[in-house]
């Protein structure tokens, strides 16, 4: 069978993702494994129609296609998010119709789901069989029982293909066609003191849902916040993956383009960041995305650490709880506050305007109170997952990193707690003393579970 891999990674040969697509290659000769670079080459891919038409012609004429990716910022690379937006823009999706589709993604596992998601939902708007997707670990080759997974996935895949089989359908959520928003009158501007708003956005008309948000909200802080669309900076290419920046900080794009140099005199400094989008194919723009991915040049630093956030959307959100869950999880992993995304399916334009109202208002109110919500699950997870892999095997090559969690607390390893410690060593001991076990967990466990936060509450 001839089986069209469509590369993900800027690095294309290097790519640490490829090299379990050679592997399986290797080890079932009988069929095909066609690496077509995508991220990598997607300049003249885009450039050149003839290109990107003989690139669609070998999907067309595939029995299969692999989506092969490393996960970039929660997702896939910008450029292969780039890629993906051009298969609608140029009506290219007939190729993709009912054609079988695979994933394998390699990462550290750091919201691999979310990229996976997405892939899915993209596989099902071109109405492709997606059979199964494979998460592995950037190491996972070296291991032999890892090396069996990928075999037994590959090869299911493999034999759906070859006769033909079923797939699992993915039920889709109702389509969203959100009104064309009309604001009202202008609201009274509210007082923003000496705080920096910064409001960045990727609109393409004045005349679109994110404009015009984007605008009331601008009226709402009294044409003090600063608006800067990403349209106008220069960003000549997304991350390259090079981890040139793992030591100092230090990006080899840095004096190459605008990115940078806005990022840390604009974005680093505010106080106050809205960002609006608008959604395309299940998430935002390729350049929204390039705008993540290069924000990497500080690593896993959180760079808007204590900031307010609010995000404005236009499209269906609600068509794509990966999306929310991104943009919630990116925020609370950086440490700042996500105080709300409004979204124009919101309801009426009055609807809307007041949820933009609202919106300034705890902006200012929380910036004012250096108010951060506690971290769900989404940020404690990932940041321990961070924590884990920079202390361990990522020390080298993010030296930056190391050093910021080492100077700000980032190595909250248990171990350090010698109260807990101790304690945990006394009870463990008593607990093997059936008596005092049955005494616990019979009748104080509870009782004592909360007495300390019953103190807290009768002093005050």
């Known amino acids: 069978m001839n ?21 399986l290659g290797k080890k079932f000769p009988q069929h095909e494994f066609r690496i077509l670079h995508i991220a990598r080459d997607i300049q003249q891919i885009e450039d050149d129609p003839q290109r ?10 595939a029995d299969g296609i692999l989506w092969g990716f490393p996960l970039y910022s929660l997702l896939v690379h910008a450029h292969y998010k780039r890629f993906i937006e051009l298969i609608w823009e140029r009506q290219a999706t007939a190729a993709f119709q009912n054609k079988y589709a695979l994933a394998i993604a390699t990462s550290v596992h750091f919201y691999d789901h979310t990229a996976l998601q997405y892939i899915r939902a993209v596989c099902d708007d071109l109405q492709m069989r997606f059979i199964d997707a494979f998460s592995a670990d950037m190491q996972d080759l070296l291991n032999e029982e890892q090396r069996r997974r990928l075999l037994i996935f590959a090869e299911n ?55 015009k948000m984007v605008a009331r909200l601008q009226a709402s802080f009294g ?10 900076l220069q960003i000549r290419t997304s991350c390259l993956g090079c981890i040139q920046c793992g030591y100092d900080n230090r990006c080899p ?45 500080m690593g896993h630093t959180p760079t808007v650490r204590g900031k307010q956030i609010g995000i404005i959307l236009a499209g269906p959100l609600s068509r794509n709880p990966h999306l929310r869950e991104i943009l919630e999880a990116y925020f609370e992993i ?45 940020g404690i997870a990932g940041s321990k997952l961070l924590r ?6 990522l020390r080298f090559p993010f030296v930056a990193d190391h050093r910021f969690f080492k100077a700000h607390g980032g190595y909250d390893f248990p171990h350090r707690d010698w109260r807990t410690r101790l304690r945990n060593g006394l009870m463990l001991s008593l607990m093997k003393i059936p008596r005092i076990r049955e005494t616990i967990y019979r009748q104080r466990m509870k009782e004592e579970m909360v007495k300390p936060l019953q103190k807290i509450v009768e002093e005050t």
């Open 157 to 211: 895949a493999l034999q759906t293909i070859e006769q033909q089989g079923p797939t699992f359908p993915a039920p889709q959520p109702a389509e969203s066609h959100p009104p064309p928003y009309q604001p009202g009158a202008e609201p009274a501007p509210l007082d923003t003191g000496d705080r920096q708003v910064l409001i960045i956005t990727d609109a393409e008309s004045p005349d679109d849902n994110q404009a």
């Open 334 to 378: 950086m440490q700042a506050n996500l105080v709300a995304i409004v979204s124009d399916e919101s309801g009426s334009s009055a609807t809307l305007d007041g949820l933009l109202d609202l919106l300034a208002q705890r902006l200012i109110a929380f910036s004012g109170q250096a108010y951060l919500k506690p971290q769900t699950f989404l």
């Open 3 to 23: 089986i069209i891999v469509l590369n993900g990674s800027p690095k294309g040969e290097l790519s640490i993702t490829m090299q379990y697509v050679r592997y």
């Open 253 to 297: 794009l840095e004096n190459l383009d605008d990115f940078i140099p806005f990022y840390r005199s604009k974005v680093m400094t505010a106080d106050i960041l809205i960002y609006a989008g608008t959604i395309r194919d299940r998430y935002l723009s390729a350049r929204w995305k390039a705008f993540f991915d290069r924000t990497f040049f």
């Open 52 to 61: 990107f038409a003989a690139i669609i012609d070998q999907i067309a004429a």
């Open 223 to 232: 044409g003090r916040a600063e608006v800067v669309n990403l349209h106008e």
């Open 388 to 393: 884990d892999e920079i202390w361990g095997r």
